[in-house]
């Protein structure tokens, strides 16, 4: 259900920490209808976070789990980063030089449990951050040979497309994120973001097949059990 290291090239890194940025896609936001994307890029002044445990990770070759806890349980891509270290107080044009890794990855979402908990004011553990809701996929080593700000990637459910994004559609870039989530923890090599997801989130079940696809970052696939 986890790993204990991270190869990235020639490097292994034991990961850290998982950070989550939420409501990071104008179109996502529009589909979750909580309220309208104009006013969160105009007024919010940093991006949603929560935190995952690195036991939620799954990696290739192990399948999801369907949790017992909540009955609608979605699908979320995202383009993960790996971090080599940082610190405090990282400078958004320093930020990229503390990305050790690229790759896709899943946030997997009970979302029935998610809007119980949202209604109460409370924290969105329950449905972000249990068992398997971290697929994760191999890492492609980063060295400015590729462009973070251009990167599209996709989600299909079955062979069928779910979801399809790109990284320069973000309201908050991956820079933005590094430099704010050192404000308030010391990033330290291992820490994982989940840079958030776009629009097309949908049902997943039992005997599902998931497979991420890049024609950057490469294709990785998961079956639910």
Request: glycine fraction near 8%.
């Amino acid at each position: 259900m986890t790993t204990d290291s991270i190869a990235v090239g020639e490097r292994v890194i034991k990961p850290c920490r998982i950070f989550c940025i939420g409501k990071n896609y104008a179109e996502h936001i529009r589909e979750l209808d909580d309220f309208d994307a104009k006013f969160q890029t105009k007024n919010e002044q940093h991006p949603v976070v929560f935190m995952k445990p690195v036991t939620s990770i799954v990696s290739l070759g192990e399948s999801i789990h369907v949790p017992m806890h909540g009955n609608i349980l979605h699908h979320e891509v995202e383009v993960v980063v790996l971090l080599n270290g940082g610190g405090r107080n990282i400078l958004i044009n320093d930020a990229l030089s503390y990305v050790a890794g690229v790759t896709l990855g899943l946030d997997i979402t009970l979302r029935d449990v998610q809007i119980e908990v949202k209604k109460k004011g409370h924290p969105w553990e329950l449905s972000k951050s249990f068992d398997y809701s971290s697929p994760l996929g191999l890492m492609r080593s980063y060295d400015e040979s590729f462009d973070l700000f251009d990167i599209p990637f996709a989600c299909f459910v079955n062979e069928e497309k779910r979801q399809e994004g790109n990284t320069k559609d973000m309201i908050y870039s991956i820079p933005q994120v590094i430099s704010f989530l050192s404000t308030v923890w010391k990033l330290m090599p291992g820490d994982l973001i989940y840079t958030g997801t776009p629009s097309g989130i949908g049902v997943i079940k039992s005997r599902d097949e998931i497979v991420l696809n890049s024609p950057m970052l490469g294709r990785f696939a998961w079956s639910v059990l």
